[in-house]
């Protein structure tokens, strides 16, 4: 049932094998994310520019959240699974297909609505309001579409499929390409134009993976009476992935806000943190493609009681991650102008990004570890822990930090790039914590801590004795 030996067999082949898929997967997410600023960049104004990092920013917001519920899809399905329990499995699916309808067509109307307020709040220049505005209501559009993606690509990760979600991305991939092309190139609509290729994208891949699943088949009966009574299944799905997607709006509120603050000090700073935003989401996606190998991982094996085969996979999908965050960290602190020089050709904005991705460089290093930490902690239904953690880092540390430099005001986003880099240091250590207090490890390390401290207390009690 498990395509990839989850259950049994050798580790690190299966998980790497089920990660590189993911990987590719997100590779093209970021991709056309980052064909839309760097064809805007290059055929549009600097303002198009702003206009799509502040505009995009909140459409990845609402985007992390649906995929923070697509993390309860994949762990109920992968306990499912692991449980052998294949009718709860098709209750599962059923309880999805309602859960990713009404929340999609939820939030159509208000971001549609509240556009031109949330971008006010975001503190866009005024250059950029209009063209915001638009890429916003635009995309809210074609909410469907994302919720559609999410859900199906969840359903495939949760069976231990991560090959057909990066198909289809791949034809996504294709089409905003060339619509972005068109779009914003001979047709000159700028931000409009990037906001049009990606619903358009979007549209075709969701048709194209119905298709696919309606050819292909699933693994479990699946019947109108699954979609009767969701209520039970909705209910386990949100319990796993509310907290997901909460923890992702907190941490993308906090971006918001992070991009307001950048926005108040110049359409330059607004158009540097645009552009650092798409570098850190390129280099972090093998780290979250083992965040979400991990979670389905892990979540089959819960199911099927095998724990300690769970925090084997931990371990080793953190050192290879962490390899490859170290490689994210040179590029980003050694070679900040090249990287920026991709999505814009102003020196100025280039050398003020290269000065950000230096100070941030140090979350590429430490999030390749903690994300591998959120994954176990998914893939456990630990979700409540992410909501902690992540409010903690947003909004006690990366936020105050960021508000009291741009306060002192200055050209130099260094500081502002190193208040990054400490929020994640602080989720390090919290992820770390909670790890060894929830697994056990922490109350022997504690006891041997008390032995040592004991006995260098006699030791240096010991000649008063004498």
């Not at 949100?238 to 000090?265: C, E, H, K, R, W």
Request: aromatic share 10%; hydrophobic share 55%; with cysteine.
């Amino acid at each position: 049932m498990s395509e990839t030996g989850f259950l049994s067999g050798p580790i690190t082949l299966p998980l790497v094998r089920f990660t590189l898929p993911l990987a590719g997967a997100l590779v093209l997410q970021a991709l056309y994310g980052a064909v839309d600023m760097a064809v805007v960049g290059h055929l549009g104004a600097t303002a198009d520019v702003a206009a799509v990092g502040s505009g995009s920013l909140l459409m990845t917001a609402v985007t992390a959240v649906i995929a923070g519920l697509s993390v309860g899809v994949t762990v109920r399905l992968g306990h499912c699974i692991g449980a052998r329990a294949l009718h709860r499995a098709a209750q599962a699916l059923g309880g999805t297909v309602w859960l990713f309808g009404l929340g999609a067509l939820a939030l159509t109307g208000p971001l549609i609505l509240g556009a031109p307020w949330i971008m006010r709040l975001m503190q866009v220049p005024e250059e950029a309001l209009a063209p915001a505005v638009a890429y916003v209501r635009i995309c809210s559009g074609g909410l469907v579409f994302i919720s559609a993606y999410n859900a199906v690509s969840a359903v495939f990760r949760g069976l231990g499929d991560s090959r057909s979600p990066l198909l289809f991305v791949a034809v996504a991939c294709g089409v905003n390409v060339v619509g972005d092309l068109v779009f914003v190139g001979p047709l000159g609509m700028g931000a409009s134009g990037a906001a049009w290729a990606t619903v358009l994208s979007q549209a075709v891949s969701v048709v194209f993976s119905l298709v696919y699943i309606r050819r292909r088949g699933l693994p479990f009966r699946f019947g109108r009476k699954h979609l009767l009574v969701p209520g039970d299944a909705v209910r386990r799905i949100l319990a796993i992935g509310g907290p997901v997607a909460s923890q992702d709006l907190l941490n993308y509120l906090s971006f918001m806000i992070l991009t307001a603050i950048m926005n108040s000090l110049g359409l330059l700073a607004s158009a540097a943190a645009a552009i650092e935003s798409k570098v850190f989401a390129f280099f972090i996606l093998v780290p979250t493609s083992f965040m979400s190998a991990l979670s389905a991982f892990v979540a089959q094996n819960v199911g099927a009681g095998q724990e300690e085969r769970a925090v084997a996979a931990l371990k080793r999908a953190m050192a290879m991650a962490f390899g490859v965050g170290l490689i994210s960290f040179c590029a980003a602190f050694f070679f900040g102008e090249v990287l920026a020089s991709f999505f814009n050709n102003d020196p100025l904005t280039t050398r003020a990004t290269a000065r950000l991705l230096k100070g941030a460089s140090g979350e590429h290093l430490i999030f390749s570890v903690v994300f591998c930490f959120l994954g176990f902690f998914n893939g456990k239904a630990m979700t409540v822990f992410t909501v902690i953690q992540g409010a903690v880092c947003a909004f006690l540390v990366r936020l105050p930090l960021a508000y009291e430099i741009s306060r002192k005001g200055g050209d130099d986003l260094l500081p502002v790039g190193l208040a990054l880099s400490a929020s994640a240091a602080v989720a390090l250590v919290l992820c770390a914590g909670y790890f060894l207090w929830k697994e056990g490890y922490a109350a022997p390390a504690l006891r041997r801590l008390k032995n040592v401290l004991r006995r260098l207390r006699d030791a240096h009690e010991a000649p008063d004795a004498g």
